[in-house]
């Protein structure tokens, strides 16, 4: 009852894949022409630059829900559609931050 949590997309980044509205499980996403939801950005915008991660929010850094506050250091996915790389690295930037160790694969 202390905080609203917001989702916000913005209709600029939209890469018109549908891939969002095919796996949403309660079909609250639907395709529209994104000319139709240009008036939404303002909102994004004003999201992005006010509002943060709340200190004593309750959800640990170290949970996946907890983590999803965390500022992502890859925002923004040039994958193609259905592929969950770049949503995995994301998480893991959430989760891990800026970690500096090697990867091999």
């Known amino acids: 009852g202390k905080y609203k949590f917001t989702l916000s997309v913005s209709p600029l980044d939209c890469m018109g894949c549908g891939e969002c509205t095919t796996v949403c499980p309660v079909q609250a996403l639907t395709m529209v022409p994104q000319e139709s939801r240009l008036s939404e950005q303002p909102a994004w915008n004003y999201l992005v630059a006010n509002v943060s991660k709340k200190a004593d929010s309750g959800f640990g850094d170290n949970t996946v829900k907890g983590s999803q506050f965390n500022q ?29 160790e090697k990867c091999t694969l």
């Open 72 to 100: 992502p250091l890859l925002e923004f996915s040039g994958s193609c559609a259905g592929c969950a790389e770049t949503s995995y690295a994301c998480l893991n930037t959430q989760l891990f931050g800026k970690k500096q």
